[in-house]
C-alpha cells in the first residue's frame, strides 16, 4: 500500500469563514466547495505525505494542529500582524534550523507557519 496524500480536517461551525485567514492570509487557492466543507490548496506538490506526532511543539509550545512551510515567513507574519491576527509565538530563529511562528486561526487553531 502506498499513502499518496494526507489531509487535515478542522472542524469549523461556519468553514466560509476560513476564506479570510486560509484564502486571503495564506494565499490558498479552494479548490474543493460543498457549503458544508472547504478545501484549501497551494500550487505544487508536497515532497511526501506527512503526519507528525508530538509531545510539545518545540521551545515548551504547545503542539499546533498544522506546520504550513512558506516560501517567506517574514511575509507571512508581516501580513498576520497587519490583518490582526492573534501571535501566540512570536516569530523565532530556532535551534533546529527553522524561523517560525505560531497564530490561532478563526476557529482557535494553533497553526504554525514556518521556513526552513
Same mark, same amino acid.
Given at each position: 500500500?502506498?499513502?499518496? =496524500?494526507?489531509?487535515?480536517?478542522?472542524?469549523?461551525?461556519?468553514?466560509?469563514? %476560513? =476564506?479570510?485567514?486560509? #484564502?486571503?492570509?495564506?494565499?490558498?487557492?479552494?479548490?474543493?466547495?460543498? #457549503?458544508?466543507?472547504?478545501?484549501?490548496?497551494? &500550487? #505544487?506538490?508536497?515532497?511526501?505525505?506527512?503526519?507528525?506526532? %508530538?509531545? &510539545?511543539?518545540?521551545?515548551?509550545?504547545?503542539?499546533?494542529?498544522?506546520?504550513? &512551510?512558506?516560501?517567506?515567513?517574514? =511575509?507571512?507574519?508581516?501580513?498576520?500582524?497587519?490583518?490582526?491576527?492573534?501571535?501566540?509565538?512570536?516569530?523565532?530563529?530556532?535551534?533546529? #534550523?527553522? =524561523?517560525?511562528?505560531?497564530?490561532?486561526?478563526?476557529?482557535?487553531?494553533?497553526?504554525?507557519?514556518?521556513?526552513?
Amino acid at each position: 500500500m502506498t499513502v499518496k =496524500r494526507i489531509v487535515s480536517n478542522l472542524y469549523a461551525p461556519d468553514p466560509q469563514v %476560513a =476564506r479570510a485567514f486560509y #484564502g486571503d492570509l495564506l494565499e490558498l487557492d479552494v479548490v474543493m466547495d460543498h #457549503g458544508w466543507i472547504l478545501t484549501f490548496a497551494a &500550487e #505544487g506538490k508536497a515532497a511526501m505525505p506527512q503526519v507528525s506526532i %508530538a509531545s &510539545e511543539g518545540g521551545n515548551d509550545t504547545p503542539v499546533p494542529v498544522l506546520s504550513i &512551510e512558506v516560501d517567506d515567513v517574514d =511575509r507571512a507574519y508581516q501580513r498576520a500582524k497587519a490583518a490582526g491576527v492573534e501571535i501566540v509565538y512570536d516569530i523565532t530563529n530556532e535551534p533546529w #534550523g527553522v =524561523r517560525r511562528f505560531y497564530m490561532r486561526d478563526p476557529f482557535g487553531n494553533i497553526v504554525n507557519i514556518l521556513a526552513h
